[in-house]
């Protein structure tokens, strides 16, 4: 069986933001920072859907090829999350955060917690980026 976990979160900033935040290597960077983000998807539902394979820091990158979605990755190490952010006010927008094909529920429990651990961290970059935005503006 294959495990999947979902994480939801609100975030005061308007849908476009917390977009650029997951799409801008740049912007990632500065809150993510372990594990390996591949074949980022951008949907022409921009900016509602975003979709990537994920492997965890350390996984050999140059061994497999990264799997597109719905396809079973040819390494156990390899998942897929799907990010949908609603919008559910000029300034906020909820994300909800699914992250699919863990090959145990140990494997799985251990990266909600890093989920966890990663939206808290790009909640405060939100709040540093739109503080340096308002400042510059």
Same mark, same amino acid.
């Given at each position: 069986?294959?495990?999947? +976990? ?5 975030? &005061? ?7 650029? =935040?997951?799409?801008?290597? @740049?912007?990632? &960077?500065?809150? +993510?920072?372990? /594990? =390996?983000?591949? #074949?980022? !998807? *951008? *949907? ?6 975003? !979709?990537?394979?994920?492997?965890? &820091?350390?996984?050999? +990158? ?12 040819? #390494?156990?190490?390899?998942? %897929?999350?799907?990010? @949908?952010? $609603? ?6 927008? *909820?994300?909800?955060?699914? %992250?699919? /094909?863990?090959?145990? @529920?140990?494997?799985?429990? #251990? !990266?909600? !917690?890093?989920?966890? =651990? $990663?939206? @808290? ?15 510059? &503006?």
């Amino acid at each position: 069986p294959r495990f999947h +976990l979902q994480a939801r979160r609100t975030y &005061a900033v308007p849908a476009t933001t917390l977009y650029e =935040s997951w799409a801008s290597t @740049e912007q990632r &960077a500065r809150w +993510l920072v372990s /594990g =390996s983000l591949v #074949d980022l !998807q *951008e *949907e022409s539902s921009a900016p509602r859907t975003l !979709q990537f394979s994920w492997t965890p &820091a350390g996984a050999p +990158l140059g061994l497999h090829s990264s799997p597109s979605p719905g396809v079973p990755a040819r #390494d156990s190490s390899w998942t %897929h999350v799907r990010l @949908e952010l $609603r919008a559910l006010s000029p300034k906020s927008t *909820e994300l909800v955060l699914t %992250h699919e /094909g863990f090959t145990t @529920e140990v494997s799985c429990s #251990d !990266q909600l !917690q890093f989920w966890n =651990s $990663r939206l @808290e961290s790009l909640s405060r970059f939100l709040s540093t980026h739109r503080r340096d935005t308002a400042a510059t &503006a």
